[in-house]
């Protein structure tokens, strides 16, 4: 049709693609980003990795074969059993929650029973990357170049309490413990940090009452800086400091819980749990402390010499991070010695000041939060940008590099310096024969652990 004179030409209209969908387009935005920090961070994701491989080549059997260590089993496998998911996911064993051990249980209650210590040792697995992985991805005074942050990421591995807490969801919460504590000296970041940090509070805090005690010290921390992300770890902690402190009051109403102190057996502790194992091979320490132990059980005193070699190492340490100058050493040397203290008061050992003398040889597990951060907090010391002196600095050097040094060799070797920790019962055969015979106990690991496990009931409607 021929077009009018003296009319303007129609506009053109030009056509283009109709956009992609709202969802797509996100989710392409998500992976792109992604893709991007991972790229940027490619050499901390190659160092977890390797941490990882680390952790599972020490003993490699503990994860393809599978196990259940002592209470993992005998008292939250075994209560998840016949419990509904709420009853198991939220009960209080020991007078506290352990949301960790309370997850693995849940798990291994509903998967075939053969694969169900392969679920919560690969949970444990899961746990024990997230101390390394924080130290590796947030930014921390004194531990920011990549040497200190490997250096960091090898202590954290190489606490002398480690074998107790390897691979298993029931001491869990001592990892997380740690990992709550590089979160309190660890720099605010962004909003994915911030929120993986809230994480990593709560589910510290709701598996285990150490990390409860560090509540204080976020204030603190909140107080001296004044931030809005600080008072909501501070805010998150306590709320679950509070729900610890509830169940821990009607254990000790229900005698399940015991407060009690002895200053001797305090200082044998601190003597062999921060002093002496670090820096020695295992086994003579092992022997040595299995001596002083029976001695002071016997004559009832802690020798002069363990009172005066404990003081003076105390004191090194307090001065060091005191006199570094840096925050994050001594919010650390703080938690070390407030952790310690009140576990010590707090654990289950306490019923008679022998049984506190235990700690000297055994209790792993209330130690190793602490004794991370004894060891990051001297590392955190030694900063370049800290005030202290050069002796000083020559001292805490030589401590740090003599505890990596005997610690990766004892971390290696404690398959062999710890045989009750990293063997028992195959669970396959056990499971075996319970079919035959359910009256039959199951023995777990440690060895001489055992518990029964009744036939599920049934879940028919009502």
Not at 104 to 114: F, K, Q, R, T
Not at 220 to 229: C, D, F, I, T, V
Not at 424 to 442: A, F, H, I
Request: aromatic share 12%; hydrophobic share 55%; charged share 10%.
């Amino acid at each position: 049709m021929a077009r009018r004179p003296g009319l303007p030409s129609p506009a053109r209209v030009q056509r283009e693609p109709a956009p992609a969908s709202g969802s797509r387009t996100s989710w392409l935005t998500a992976l792109q980003g992604l893709w991007k920090w991972g790229f940027t961070r490619r050499y901390e994701l190659a160092a977890l990795v390797l941490w990882a491989f680390v952790l599972v080549a020490r003993a490699p059997w503990v994860l393809l074969v599978g196990r259940f260590w002592a209470e993992e089993a005998t008292v939250h496998l075994a209560y998840a059993w016949n419990h509904s998911v709420l009853d198991a996911l939220t009960a209080p064993q020991f007078g506290y929650c352990n949301l960790v051990a309370n997850i693995g249980a849940l798990i291994a209650a509903h998967v075939p029973l053969e694969s169900a210590p392969h679920f919560t040792t690969a949970l444990a697995l899961v746990v024990q990357l997230v101390p390394a992985a924080l130290i590796l991805f947030t930014s921390i005074p004194g531990l920011s170049t990549p040497l200190r942050k490997m250096s960091a990421v090898l202590l954290v591995m190489i606490a002398p309490a480690n074998p107790e807490v390897y691979l298993n969801s029931i001491n869990s919460q001592s990892i997380l413990c740690a990992a709550a504590g590089i979160v309190l000296i660890s720099e605010i970041g962004g909003r994915a940090d911030r929120f993986c940090k809230w994480v990593v509070l709560g589910l510290a805090g709701l598996s285990g009452v150490a990390t409860s005690f560090l509540a204080p010290l976020f204030w603190l921390q909140w107080w001296l800086e004044r931030r809005k992300a600080r008072l909501t770890q501070a805010v998150i902690l306590s709320a679950c400091a509070l729900l610890q402190f509830v169940f821990i009051s009607q254990g000790i109403a229900h005698n399940q819980r015991h407060l009690r102190f002895s200053a001797k057996a305090l200082v044998g502790a601190a003597y062999a749990k921060f002093v002496i194992t670090p820096l020695a091979p295992a086994q003579p320490i092992n022997r040595h402390l299995a001596l002083l132990q029976q001695n002071a059980e016997e004559s009832g005193i802690m020798p002069a010499w363990v009172w005066f070699v404990t003081a003076a190492a105390f004191t090194a340490f307090l001065l060091l991070c005191w006199r570094s100058g840096n925050r994050a050493a001594r919010m650390l040397a703080l938690a070390a010695i407030w952790v310690t203290l009140l576990s010590f008061c707090g654990s289950r050992d306490t019923t008679s000041d022998l049984r506190l003398l235990d700690h000297i040889s055994h209790a792993l597990r209330y130690y190793y939060a602490p004794e991370c951060y004894f060891l990051l907090a001297l590392l955190a010391s030694l900063a370049p940008d800290t005030s202290l002196p050069a002796g000083l600095k020559a001292v805490g050097a030589l401590w740090v590099a003599a505890a990596l040094l005997m610690g990766l060799a004892n971390f290696a070797c404690a398959p062999v310096d710890w045989p009750l920790m990293f063997s028992g019962p195959r669970w396959s055969t056990q499971v075996e024969q319970w079919r035959q015979d359910p009256s039959k106990p199951l023995a777990v690991w440690p060895i001489g652990w055992k518990f029964n496990l009744p036939p599920k009931a049934p879940t028919g409607p009502g």
